[in-house]
């Protein structure tokens, strides 16, 4: 197929065999592969950093074309039918991390999807380990957010956190770089866990280097990294300096994890999430979204030196969505656009220090430095206007990023998130090309490091009931604990019993491990096929 022929249908294109891509297993063409996904970026986000920053941005040299972001279900999509289908191959439906959509209405994606909703998806990383490579995840939100998730886990509902942390923990993977501590520790530890198991321990008991700090990041010598640097979600990167200085920074978080897994003679997945220009996107807030795509921006630099060295990694950096309709222009601009200097919309940025959550944040009681916070926030020397909105405002937040976006000429159609197609950027061996679909990116890795998604997921996630259906073994689930539900399979004098998101299997009180994660949706256990067999041979 032509690369002209592959954008006409909307497939991806490879930079070598494209016709290959989703094909059986083929000679791997990379030893290693970095993700970079900044969460809900539109293309106008990145066209005001470069104007902000004043130069090209790293990614602007690799730009190969485009991604189609549409969910199964929705023009629109949410973070965890975008992110799972970038790791696993398949559109999917709002909130599902990692697993089959219940509802398939848009066009194209293949309806008989839905009829196994639920059921776990295998996805690249786990492809990456399953062919002894080093894995790692890094995001500025919660490591168990939706899209470092639907890289790492399998979830009903991306808000199930206790189940995600604890699979990402017993996923074995070798460097996680986050925040989201909250979800590891039980409320008797000031977390949230339910189960009863402080993940912490088990982190430190399986070898992981547990760091807080991005002294102690740097410091480290481990090849088994955990970094936890934030109770949920690390600060914005233009607030970071003034109000969390001990948080790393994206591109530190970067060079690190690459410098860490490159050790791994077998290659490396590494998986990174620039989080929060989503969160400011959300709530209009132009500094966040600039601040944390220049962040996002520098660590595609880091991976793209340590590429271009090696001259065996696929870089692949995108957008998983729009978000809140941004434009370089308003009402206010509607017949005056055509003499609209760059000036006029960056200057009144180049005010700002911080984000207006970072600028709040230093607002005393009383509100008697409100001229101070909103001048950190770009709105110096307010007009009467301006002041006499702030002091009628019920909302200072919405009234300052509406404010800062008027000065600065800047529209917003939306606090959530929009369905245009997003920029592609990727190099290397393999690289994916053209107008793509998300779920070709996922394709791509898979074909560039050489293995095939669809066997490893009958490999990785098999419906146990049916696996054991036939053959004389008891299959039930035991729900004493009803925060740690285990899968009990028997038949005469054996008993195996695979506690649900963990990599283990008791058998006839022997524990062991396994290479994946055994997982529960919709009230159904899915197993390894490893799991299966090690339980028939016991019995």
């Known amino acids: 197929m032509t690369l002209a022929a592959s954008l006409a249908v909307g497939t991806v294109a490879v930079e070598t065999t494209p016709e290959n891509v989703g094909a059986k297993k083929e000679k791997a063409k990379a030893d290693n592969v970095i993700v970079l996904v900044m969460d809900g970026v539109s293309s106008t986000t990145t066209t005001l950093a470069r104007w902000y920053k004043g130069g090209p941005l790293a990614m602007d040299e690799i730009v190969t074309g485009g991604v189609r972001t549409y969910s199964a279900e929705s023009a629109i999509t949410d973070s965890a039918p975008a992110g799972t289908a970038m790791a696993t191959g398949y559109k999917s439906n709002d909130k599902f991390i990692g697993v089959l959509p219940a509802t398939v209405s848009s066009p194209g994606v293949d309806p008989s999807l839905a009829n196994d909703p639920y059921k776990p998806v295998a996805n690249v990383l786990e492809g990456a380990q399953a062919q002894g490579k080093a894995t790692g995840i890094i995001s500025t939100s919660e490591i168990q957010h939706a899209t470092p998730a639907a890289f790492s886990s399998h979830a009903e509902n991306r808000s199930q956190y206790d189940n995600i942390a604890e699979q990402q923990v017993y996923q074995n993977m070798d460097v996680i770089l986050g925040g989201g501590k909250r979800a590891l520790m039980t409320p008797e530890d000031d977390g949230s866990r339910l189960d009863g198991e402080n993940l912490l321990n088990v982190i430190e008991e399986r070898g992981y280097d547990l760091v807080e700090t991005r002294d102690e990041l740097l410091n480290s010598s481990s090849d088994k990294l955990w970094g936890a640097f934030a109770p949920d979600e690390l600060a914005y990167d233009l607030d970071r300096e003034a109000l969390r200085p001990e948080e790393p920074t994206l591109a530190e978080m970067t060079g690190k994890a690459i410098s860490t897994l490159s050790q791994d003679k077998d290659g490396f997945f590494l998986f990174i999430e620039g989080s929060k220009p989503d969160w400011a996107a959300h709530g209009n807030d132009v500094m966040g979204m600039i601040g944390d795509v220049l962040a996002f921006d520098a660590a595609v630099e880091e991976a793209l030196e340590f590429a271009k060295k090696d001259k065996k990694t696929m870089v692949v950096a995108v957008s998983d969505h729009g978000n809140s309709g941004i434009s370089i222009g308003n009402q206010n601009t509607s017949t005056s656009y055509s003499s609209l200097p760059v000036s006029e919309v960056i200057d009144p940025l180049k005010d700002a220090s911080m984000t207006v959550e970072g600028a709040l944040s230093l607002l005393e009681e009383g509100h008697v430095n409100l001229e101070e916070a909103a001048a950190l926030y770009g709105l110096k020397d307010l007009t009467a206007e301006e002041r006499e909105a702030i002091d009628a405002s019920e909302d200072l937040e919405k009234t300052f990023v509406e404010l800062l976006a008027e000065r600065a000429n800047i529209g917003f ?113 899915y197993i390894s096929k490893e799991a299966v067999k090690a339980v028939k041979k016991g019995k």
């Open 413 to 525: 159609t939306t606090g959530g998130h929009t369905g245009e197609d997003v920029f592609l950027h990727s190099y290397g061996p393999g690289k994916p090309v053209g107008m793509i679909e998300n779920t070709d990116i996922a394709n791509a890795i898979a074909a560039a490091l050489g293995f095939d998604l669809g066997k490893l997921d009958k490999d990785l996630f098999i419906n146990a009931e049916e696996a054991f259906k036939g053959e004389a073994f008891d299959v039930r689930t035991d729900i004493t604990d009803e925060n740690n539900p285990v899968l009990v399979v028997s038949q005469g004098k054996t008993t195996a019993e695979f506690p649900v998101n963990k990599n283990i299997v008791v058998i006839n009180g022997k524990e062991i491990q396994l290479n994946s994660v055994t997982v529960q949706t919709n009230g159904q256990f």
